[in-house]
């Protein structure tokens, strides 16, 4: 029967490969459209770990016909999400579990705001430098020295365990949503993202949008006779600054206890095309929050609606339409005190004291795999080869923390996740 000091030293004993597999997974530049390198690097770790390995590609037919899917307008052609199973092929005594992480990362932005180049890991007492060491590279390397080191022991799960690399976290959540349609169903999903030693309970979801503003172009010597489409932007943006406001009224329990939980961010402007030009057209890319239980075609009719307004007070032939690209996403909230959330908390706070219960004003794949699992149920999750029972609990620590969390529980009595 292992026990959690023998649970902990297995673990421990693979620090040196989950420190060198997070090395080799910041300096692979995983951004939008480039996520090969790392899901190759993600291969290897899995079939180093012993488990088999399938390659799913996305479908972007079955994404556009569903309706659970953010909508995209890039290629995913060559795109696809690692699934590395271990165990049985049906539950024998056990229930199912699923880790889940992404392997892509935003741009880094100006290399030179950076101190140290943004894809070269650099090591800093207990902390790795680099752009997705935390968020979220060092979960996904987390996850596969949990299993290595349960392996150390002769562990195997009573039930299928699932680990997933996918894409596209960071723009659609459709590389989570390609597991949904195409994998298996599990009890309990965990995303392994950096939560500073919380267990978010709720988050908020999130749409993406473009608000394309086009005007009348005309030489700068001739500026009275056009109609400039980046300086209508500014009462466009105005206008959205006061939904967000409306937005963060009345927040529902438990984003009561935030002054600020609905974000707008204005992340990106492209307009014009020649300094000496009125510009004709500018695009604002935008991404705004939306509170758990709140509909995504709700918000979409607040946005038009609050864009249309804006645009009729500009006067002129100047036009103002909402393009979707990206995220669409609605948020969820978990009864903090349901079987798996409590089981968690225990087993991870008894080596992390300072794990609490948390909700998040962002969103994660979470968003996506809660509530397309089965009822919360105590179960048992591993057991030793050779039909001796484990009894034990197996953490995880982060060799280098990178903001990441240092548990990763998986043992006896993971709860499942309804």
Excluded at 144 to 164: D, I
Excluded at 180 to 196: F, N
Excluded at 328 to 345: F, K, N, R, V
Excluded at 388 to 403: I, L, Q
């Amino acid at each position: 029967m292992a026990e959690r000091d023998e649970l902990l030293a297995a673990v421990a004993a693979e620090r040196t490969a989950i420190e060198q597999l997070l090395i080799e997974l910041v300096q692979a530049p995983t951004l939008l459209g480039d996520e090969r390198a790392g899901q190759e690097i993600m291969r290897a770790a899995f079939a180093d770990a012993g488990l088999e390995t399938v390659e799913v590609p996305l479908d972007a037919e079955a994404l556009r016909a569903n309706p659970g899917a953010s909508p995209f307008s890039w290629d995913l052609d060559g795109k696809y999400k690692l699934v590395a199973r271990w165990g049985p092929g049906k539950p024998a005594g056990g229930r199912s579990l699923i880790l889940n992480g992404h392997i892509d990362v935003v741009s880094p932005g100006p290399s030179e705001m950076w101190s140290s180049p943004p894809f070269v890991a650099r090591r800093d007492g207990d902390w790795l430098h680099g752009r997705g060491a935390g968020d979220m590279k060092a979960g996904l390397a987390a996850i596969v020295g949990a299993v290595r080191g349960l392996r150390r022991l002769g562990l195997e799960p009573l039930a299928p365990v699932e680990l997933q690399s996918v894409v596209e976290e960071e723009c659609s959540g459709n590389g989570a949503y390609q597991c949904v349609l195409s994998g298996r169903p599990a009890d309990a999903v965990i995303v392994t993202e950096p939560t500073s030693l919380t267990i978010q309970t709720s988050q908020v979801g999130v749409l993406w949008f473009q608000v394309a503003v086009r005007g009348r172009p005309a030489h700068a010597g001739d500026a009275p006779i056009g109609l400039n489409a980046i300086e209508a932007s500014f009462p466009v943006i105005s206008a959205l600054r006061r939904l967000e406001a409306e937005l963060n009224v009345t927040p529902p329990v438990p984003y009561d206890v935030y002054d600020h939980p609905i974000n707008l961010n204005i992340g990106m402007i492209r307009g014009g095309d020649w300094p000496s030009t009125v510009a004709a057209e500018s695009v604002l890319h935008c991404r705004l929050a939306l509170d758990p239980g709140a509909a995504v075609d709700e918000l979409k009719t607040r946005v038009e609606n609050t864009v249309a307004g804006a645009a009729a007070t500009l006067g002129g032939d100047f036009e103002a339409r909402v393009v979707y690209d990206g995220f669409a996403c609605e948020g969820y909230t978990l009864d903090p005190g349901s079987p798996l959330i409590a089981t968690l908390g225990e087993d991870a706070g008894g080596v992390h004291r300072r794990l609490v219960r948390a909700r998040a004003p962002m969103t994660v794949e979470a968003s996506l795999a809660f509530g397309r699992c089965g009822p919360a149920t105590r179960s048992r999750c591993c057991r030793r080869t050779r039909r001796h029972r484990a009894s034990g609990r197996s953490t995880s620590r982060s060799p280098a923390r990178a903001g990441v969390p240092r548990s990763m529980p998986c043992g006896r009595r993971t709860e499942p996740s309804g």
